[in-house]
């Protein structure tokens, strides 16, 4: 990847932890859909863990039906699960209040660990204080960089959202982009909106916010149809998610628009779009590796009472930039859907 291009952020830890994780082989990670309310164990032992007690951590975020960026998670999850001799419940809501039932039913099986996105932080602050009440240790992953520390959980990992916003801002600023619209799948999604915040705070030209039900792609693509058909002048469609990308990439085409899209998130289909320049550029924050690093962190902290990040800054797992100059690089594993 292109370092070069990445944003800088004090908050950027050492990625000791990061780099030996992403040394580690990929074999061995068994695929799995996510949906709501599921569950799976994931069994294995490694040479290292024959002689320390099994734990089960829950793994509980806010997927929705049919959104395919969480199955790259929960591999990652999984791999550190059968690694490290866990039994790894999987659960998913994109309801904040059901999520927090989510986590309580974790708290109620005596789980050893939680792992948690915080999109919806609020609703999620009393359970995780009862957890922490209980003593079972909570680590945050993806969404909730700015508020983790707030809530007690001990560590998080995932990318500053809104500076990979301010990246892409400038980003789009060195293509010569002068009009964008933001395309915005979820409402309260407090990642999502710090997306589109940091583009905005550093891109030159004009941008608004679209909304659309990321739930409904016939939906989400009329709107976007809609907009580019009013609107002509617009040079970039930025969206949030790989799929809703693949849709604006559709919409278009269909209307014979010039603008390009740009998206945050990778799959195997998204690159396959970079590489034929049907959409001109991902923010990867790699989430195999949040997944892994979230469950793995737990087995350290019960094992040796590590900390990453020593409890006090994030484990940055992005943003990077994946375009045609080093999509290839990426597809490989993409392919095998860990990126």
Known sequence: MDRSSQPRSRRIVPLVAVAAAAALALAGCSSGSGGKKSEESADGASAGKANTPRMTVALVTHQAAGDTFWDIVRKGAEAAAAKDNIKLIYSNDPSAAAQATLVQNAIDQKVDGIAVTLAKPDALKDVIGKATAAKIPVVGLNSGVSEWK????????????????????????????????????EQGNIGLTQRCDGVAKTYKGDIEPLYVNGTDMPSVKSTITAKLKQDSSIDRVVTLGAPIALTAAQSVDETGSKAKVDTFDLNKELTTAISKGTVELAVDQQPYLQGYLAVDSLWLYKNNGNYMGGGEQPVLTGPAFVDKSNVDAVAQYAEKGTR
Do not use: H, P, R, W
């Open 150 to 185: 707030k809530l007690g959980l001990l560590e998080f990992f995932g990318q500053d959202e809104t500076v990979a916003g301010e990246g892409l801002g400038n980003k789009l600023n060195s293509l010569g982009s002068k009009k964008a619209i933001c395309v915005i799948q």
